[in-house]
T-cell receptor, first 112, second 115 residues
Framework: KAGVTQTPRYLIKTRGQQVTLSCSPI?????VSWYQQTPGQGLQFLFE???????NKGNFPGRFSGRQFSNSRSEMNVSTLELGDSALYLC???????????FGQGTRLTVV | SQQGEEDPQALSIQEGENATMNCSYK?????LQWYRQNSGRGLVHLIL?????REKHSGRLRVTLDTSKKSSSLLITASRAADTASYFC???????????????FGQGTTLQVKP
């Protein structure tokens, strides 16, 4: 089975722009979750989708949004980018409610 | 906010030595997992231990869980240079008896294994 695929791997954006990141989960996995990783805050949960429904959302402003499609692929969008949004964004998929998550290689977003 | 705390934050050892890292968490859990991350890349799952287990082995990895102390430890035996990475513990956030789909990570331990 192919692993979790995130695109693009690297992205440079300017403050005020918006960005869309994509995640293709492992085939058959219905849960996709997103995490932001920064040196200061560590790994923080953004949101989780299961069968196209957002089940949980972390403590992030409304500029951060996401969605999941019927084929389980997921996108997250960040609008009005700020310098502090520079981070590694990780997507993870799983086939059940508990337990092991399979992570993609991440998208490194730099906001200048 | 992070639930887990890990110590040490950084660990440097020689190849062949054992490495032990510890994790503490705050709430009830169904399981606890350990992940490895190589230099800014994705996380790789290492091992999962359920709340009713006390110890689990996988190759050179040994994980213990003490639910009374809300703590876990990861032991890597006979370390290799390739084990150089950051290690994170993680627990599933639970709301009532339901899983929320959210993993709560510790701050991580950065391990350097010198050849």
């Amino acid at each position: 089975k192919a692993g979790v695929t995130q695109t693009p791997r690297y992205l440079i954006k300017t403050r005020g722009q918006q960005v869309t990141l994509s995640c293709s989960p492992i085939s058959g996995h219905r849960s996709v979750s997103w995490y932001q990783q920064t040196p200061g805050q560590g790994l923080q949960f953004l949101f989780e989708y299961f069968s196209e429904t957002q089940r949980n959302k972390g403590n992030f402003p409304g500029r951060f949004s996401g969605r999941q499609f019927s084929n389980s692929r997921s996108e997250m969008n960040v609008s009005t980018l700020e310098l502090g949004d520079s981070a590694l964004y990780l997507c993870a998929s799983s086939d059940g409610d508990w337990g092991v998550r399979f992570f993609g290689q991440g998208t490194r977003l730099t906001v200048v | 906010s992070q639930q887990g705390e890990e110590d040490p934050q950084a660990l440097s050892i020689q190849e062949g030595e054992n490495a032990t890292m510890n994790c503490s968490y705050k709430t009830s859990i169904n399981n606890l997992q350990w992940y490895r991350q190589n230099s800014g890349r994705g996380l790789v799952h290492l091992i999962l231990i359920r709340s009713n287990e006390r110890e689990k082995h996988s190759g050179r990895l040994r994980v213990t869980l003490d639910t009374s102390k809300k703590s876990s430890s990861l032991l890597i035996t006979a370390s290799r240079a390739a084990d150089t990475a950051s290690y994170f513990c993680a627990t599933d956030a639970i709301r009532g008896s339901s899983n929320t789909g959210k993993l709560i990570f510790g701050q991580g331990t950065t391990l350097q294994v010198k050849p």
